[in-house]
């Protein structure tokens, strides 16, 4: 877990990271950046576009963005779900 020191801020990583960990209730694994109110939390606290930063995030390999229903789910890594399989991959597994 991420500590913090009084008064200092937490990069945007390290919030996203914390967020995610805090917020998922089970069986999740990850959060609903809107439902859960990450968004507005995020907005509120550095004043930024969650979406950009969240991006940023998943190209690096911080965090998994997967859609969903409503928005996003964001994950630790090690955490996210698998990807789902392509059509040209099951053809492939079809033989055809």
Not at 37 to 54: L, M, S, V, W
Request: with cysteine.
């Amino acid at each position: 877990m991420v500590e913090q020191s009084q008064g200092e801020k937490l990069t945007q990583a390290d919030f996203v990271k914390k967020a995610i960990v805090s917020l998922r209730k089970e069986p999740y694994k990850g959060i609903h950046t809107i439902y859960s109110g990450f968004n507005e939390a995020f907005r509120a606290y550095f004043n930024e576009d969650p979406i950009k930063c969240t991006n940023q995030l998943a190209k690096e390999g911080v965090i998994v963005i997967r859609p969903v229903r409503g928005g996003v789910m964001i994950y630790l890594p090690e955490d996210a779900p698998a990807a789902r399989t392509s059509g040209k991959d099951v053809l492939k597994k079809m033989g055809l």
